[in-house]
T-cell receptor, first 115, second 116 residues
Framework: AQSVAQPEDQVNVAEGNPLTVKCTYS??????LFWYVQYPNRGLQFLLK??????LVKGSYGFEAEFNKSQTSFHLKKPSALVSDSALYFC?????????????FGTGTRLQVTL | DSGVTQTPKHLITATGQRVTLRCSPR?????VYWYQQSLDQGLQFLIQ???????AKGNILERFSAQQFPDLHSELNLSSLELGDSALYFC???????????????FGPGTRLTVL
């Protein structure tokens, strides 16, 4: 079965420092991987996705993610964290057959950025 | 703003009742997805509709049903509600450009259901 794992429930970072939120995947075939962010009492906002091509994917709000096939990882990164980045981050893998499609999400990682 | 709208934002009801959640997809999106987010289950896929037809089914209870109408809006019906059905219900939509085509799902703000 296709799945993603987020090994950290919470990541704490000081503002201005680089941040990494980890995600590993288990899929058969080519992985389509996504990162979403959820702010309190809000829906999920799309950050970025990996389909194919360049292993470094750039997304919204200065975030990027590095796809590593040998390590089956898709870690989310940002060079300099902001307090406003504090939120819940979800990694997801798209599972599809023809026009049947769904996202399978990880358990989420809470990012806390402090001054 | 993702362009996906959901109503109502909040819903409080009693056990045994039935509710209907509504979703309007982004303009041009043919596919609608429903997800449930709860503290114990996390984010779980419920069901997908594509251009009016059911395409994929996840961990959706038999007490739950959904449909997508000709104008592409969708409704999720939850019946015989139990305390454990309290959760945030999200709708998402995507273009879904045919088999294998990569698509991004855009999520609505969700409906928070509280069953008392």
């Amino acid at each position: 079965a296709q799945s993603v794992a987020q090994p950290e429930d919470q990541v704490n970072v000081a503002e201005g420092n680089p941040l990494t939120v980890k995600c590993t995947y288990s899929v058969s075939g080519n992985p389509y991987l996504f990162w979403y962010v959820q702010y309190p009492n809000r829906g999920l906002q799309f950050l970025l996705k990996y389909i194919t091509g360049d292993n470094l994917v750039k997304g919204s709000y200065g975030f990027e993610a590095e796809f590593n096939k040998s390590q089956t990882s898709f870690h989310l990164k940002k060079p300099s964290a902001l307090v406003s980045d504090s939120a819940l981050y979800f990694c997801a893998v798209r599972v599809s057959t023809g026009t049947a499609s769904k996202l399978t999400f990880g358990t989420g990682t809470r990012l806390q950025v402090t001054l | 703003d993702s362009g996906v709208t959901q109503t109502p934002k909040h819903l409080i009801t009693a056990t045994g009742q039935r509710v209907t959640l509504r979703c309007s997809p982004r303009s041009g999106d043919l596919s609608v997805y429903w997800y449930q987010q709860s503290l114990d289950q996390g984010l779980q896929f419920l069901i997908q509709y594509y251009n009016g037809e059911e395409r994929a089914k996840g961990n959706i209870l038999e007490r739950f049903s959904a449909q997508q109408f000709p104008d592409l809006h969708s409704e999720l019906n939850l019946s015989s509600l139990e305390l454990g059905d309290s959760a945030l219900y999200f709708c998402a939509s995507s273009v879904l450009r045919g088999a294998g085509g990569p698509d991004t799902q855009y999520f609505g703000p969700g409906t928070r259901l509280t069953v008392l």
